[in-house]
């Protein structure tokens, strides 16, 4: 167990449909970077959040967004879904704000239909 | 253009045998990490390198990196079914002070009893 909480852990929805995916980081840390895993595909990095600001982006989509709350959760939202955004999206997190070291949670599994 | 690159992507072994894998990145740096992912599971971090010569070891596998090489390896000795799993490599690079991870394709490994 990481110490990285996600919910839901699945998640079925409609083409077109709006769904928001929430990650807790490991107590103490305060970088939280968004993943997605197509099926048998490698690891896109989406976005990263430290201590409550964005601090770096990758190939995240304009139909997505994220933000990081005071207590340092966070919430990936994703909007106007396709089927090609059906995929793993892990939550990782790590306690300083340059590093690779990172502990990833057990993943939101999304199906869209 | 940063790239981590992986070979092979794909392997297909006996128990009992030994094998390496390899992680080749496009860039300098000195920090490069290696992760496990079971089918269907999050990831869980395996080694953090942090020098050149650095060597890690645990159980049957041994990590090692030569930055001047730009090369990192993952070394299975004597494998044995339970590591069969996809092997990721990351290596962090800084350019014009942004920081970015770089994550390798991944190499699925199959152990054969």
């Known amino acids: 167990d990481s110490g990285v909480t996600q919910t839901p852990k699945h998640l079925i929805t409609a083409t077109g449909q709006r769904v928001t995916l929430r990650c807790s980081p490991r107590s103490g840390d305060l970088s939280v970077y968004w993943y997605q895993q197509s099926l048998d595909q490698g690891l896109q990095f989406l976005i990263q959040?430290?201590?409550?600001?964005?601090?770096a982006k990758g190939n995240i989509l304009e139909r997505f967004s994220a933000q990081q709350f005071p207590d340092l959760h966070s919430e990936l939202n994703l909007s106007s879904l396709e089927l090609g955004d059906s995929a793993l999206y892990f939550c990782?997190?790590?306690?300083?704000?340059?590093?690779?070291?990172?502990?990833f949670g057990p993943g939101t599994r999304l199906t869209v239909t | 253009e940063l790239k981590v690159e992986q070979n092979p992507l794909f392997l297909s072994m006996q128990e009992g045998k030994n094998y390496t894998i390899y992680c080749n990145y496009s860039?300098?740096?000195?920090?490069l990490y290696w992760y496990r992912q079971d089918p269907g599971k999050s990831l869980e971090s395996l080694f953090v390198?942090?020098?050149n010569g650095a060597v890690k070891q645990e159980g049957r596998l041994m990590a090692s990196l030569d930055t001047k090489a730009r090369l990192s390896t993952l070394h299975i000795t004597a494998a044995v079914h339970d590591l069969s799993a996809t092997y990721f490599c990351a290596v962090d690079i800084v350019e014009d002070s942004n920081y970015q991870l770089i994550w390798g394709a991944g190499t699925k490994l199959i152990i054969k009893p």
């Open positions: 990782a997190s790590s306690v300083f704000r340059e590093t690779g070291e990172q502990y």
């Open positions: 860039t300098t740096s000195d920090r």
């Open positions: 390198l942090l020098s």
């Open positions: 959040y430290y201590n409550g600001e964005e601090r």
